[in-house]
């Protein structure tokens, strides 16, 4: 059997989480809101009403387009896009054709082989249409029902060129672009809300072939996961069909999440079958020079390179400075608490990753939501380098200073958790888990010396956790001998 490989491109639709919509003041995210309630005579396309372009909406585009390496354009228009859907209020979308926001760009693609840029092909500004949904009941049967809310949400298309090659590294390019996307504050990325979606355009060839063979296109998915399910179906049915000597369609397909499975849509459509032309009823968009400026200076430092930072200037393993960049709030917080720590940043991360981020994946959180500052995390650990408390109560602590806000030495204070380091007071405790425990002191004179761990654990559960467990087994050992 002969071998192929297939070839996809990625176009990717990104809501800008702006509070308005691009050409009207309606609300822009109404995930939460009833049907048709965010709406007005210019999403909905009313006779003799005028668009209004969002600036917000501009200013978030050249920042992504930034962020792509793409070549941000002075002068940009917008275009009629004409096609005739139920969802599609004025029988024509609003978008950019051959003169959009930017030009070209790519993004690096962390792979197991190595890194691989995964070219732009377009990346451009447009609405959104509204959403149809099938409902039947007995009452009134099978009917069709549309919501324009999401009519004139402000959308970023991005194509990608045909640099892909698995699900695998499809499903990669998605998770690099989420990320992406929220690091830059452009986009919540929600595929769940609507957010981000992705269509697959997928082909297979023999392996080694430099020809483009027909390809289909893949709707209707709505999670990473789904994209990669999607993708590994149509291979596998593009291969059986090759292989059974047919052709392969130029066809839409859906996919069903549920049931895992393709199927047709539709034939697909072709550009001309658009006819797009210029928008009359909007200016071009003119960037100028001071306005390039202005956006780009809130450009941050963008994931890959902090990540190579975080590895170079701080020494950290590649695995440690991937996850601590993965959200550009954990990324600054970490650099904050190495900064008020004073110390080794590897003992920085091992407590982040350890603890930190338990806690928060524990409560569905993000590092948005910390009330525990960066200096509270350094102060609990210098309390622990310090031989104030122990370990475990320092990680302890982690959880209490989230939901307090208190300071982990105040707490510590309060709680009377200092480390009992008094031998005294220690001997006691352990001659009364030894009196306590014949059977087990008789074991351990007996050659059974894995005991002395238990003994210690009798101590500190004694000791609600605040012996010092070095001195603790110095004086077991003491005693038992």
């Known amino acids: 059997m002969p071998e192929y490989e297939a070839v996809i491109g990625l176009e990717t639709h990104i809501q800008l989480n702006t509070t308005t919509k691009i050409f009207c003041a309606c609300k822009a995210d109404s995930w939460d809101d009833g049907p048709n309630t965010n709406i007005c005579p210019v999403c909905t396309g009313m006779p003799g009403v005028l668009p209004v372009l969002n600036k917000a909406a501009v200013e978030k585009a050249v920042l992504l387009a930034a962020a792509m390496h793409a070549d941000i354009q002075n002068l940009s228009f917008f275009d009629r896009k004409n096609y005739f859907y139920p969802d599609l209020p004025k029988g024509y979308q609003i978008s950019q054709y051959d003169r959009s926001i930017a030009r070209g760009g790519f993004m690096y693609l962390p792979l197991p082989e190595g890194a691989r840029q995964v070219r732009i092909h377009k990346l451009h500004l447009e609405e959104d249409a509204g959403k149809t949904k099938n409902e039947f009941t007995s009452a009134s049967g099978r009917r069709r029902l549309i919501d324009f809310n999401r009519c004139g949400v402000p959308l970023i298309e991005m194509v990608t060129g045909p640099d892909i090659h698995t699900a695998d590294e499809a499903a990669a390019y998605l998770i690099r672009l989420r990320q992406l996307l929220r690091w830059l504050g452009v986009s919540e990325a929600d595929m769940e809300k609507g957010h ?5 355009n997928v082909s297979i060839r023999l392996k080694g072939s430099t020809v483009l ?12 996961e789904a994209v990669r399910s999607a993708i590994e179906k149509e291979i596998e049915r593009q291969i059986r ?4 000597g047919h052709s392969i369609k130029p066809w839409t397909l859906s996919w069903d999440d549920e049931t895992q499975t393709l199927s047709k849509m539709r034939s697909k459509e072709t550009e001309a079958d658009y006819r797009y032309f210029r928008e ?4 071009p968009v003119r960037l100028d020079d001071a306005w390039r400026a202005q956006i780009l200076a809130t450009l941050p430092e963008l994931p ?12 950290l393993p590649a695995y440690d400075a991937e996850i601590l960049t993965g959200e550009r709030a954990l990324s600054d917080y970490f650099e904050a608490a190495v900064k008020a720590y004073g110390g080794d940043p590897k003992t920085v991360s091992n407590w982040m990753m350890n603890d930190v981020l338990r806690m928060l994946n524990d409560r569905g959180l ?39 806000g208190k300071s982990p030495k105040a707490i510590v204070e309060a709680e009377g958790l200092a480390k009992v380091s ?8 352990a001659l009364q888990v030894l009196d306590a425990s014949p059977a087990e002191v008789a074991s351990y004179k007996a050659g059974k010396t894995t005991l002395m761990g238990w003994f210690v654990g009798q101590v500190m559960r004694q000791s609600r956790g605040k012996a010092d ?7 077991l050992e003491q005693l038992l001998q």
């Open 213 to 224: 063979n027909t390809k289909t296109e893949i709707k209707n998915v709505n999670s990473i």
């Open 241 to 244: 069909e090759v292989e059974a």
């Open 304 to 315: 890959l390179e902090r990540r190579a930072r975080f590895v170079q200037d701080y020494g």
């Open 469 to 475: 467990p070095q001195t603790t087994r110095t004086l």
């Open 366 to 404: 993000t590092a948005t939501a910390l009330n525990m500052t960066p200096a509270h995390l350094a102060e609990a650990i210098r309390l622990v380098d310090d031989k104030v408390i122990n370990t475990s109560t320092g990680k302890a602590l982690v959880p209490k200073v989230q939901d307090s």
């Open 280 to 283: 009359p009823d909007l200016l």
């Open 422 to 429: 008094d031998e005294d007071a220690i001997r006691a405790i």
């Open 196 to 200: 981000l979606r992705a269509d697959a």
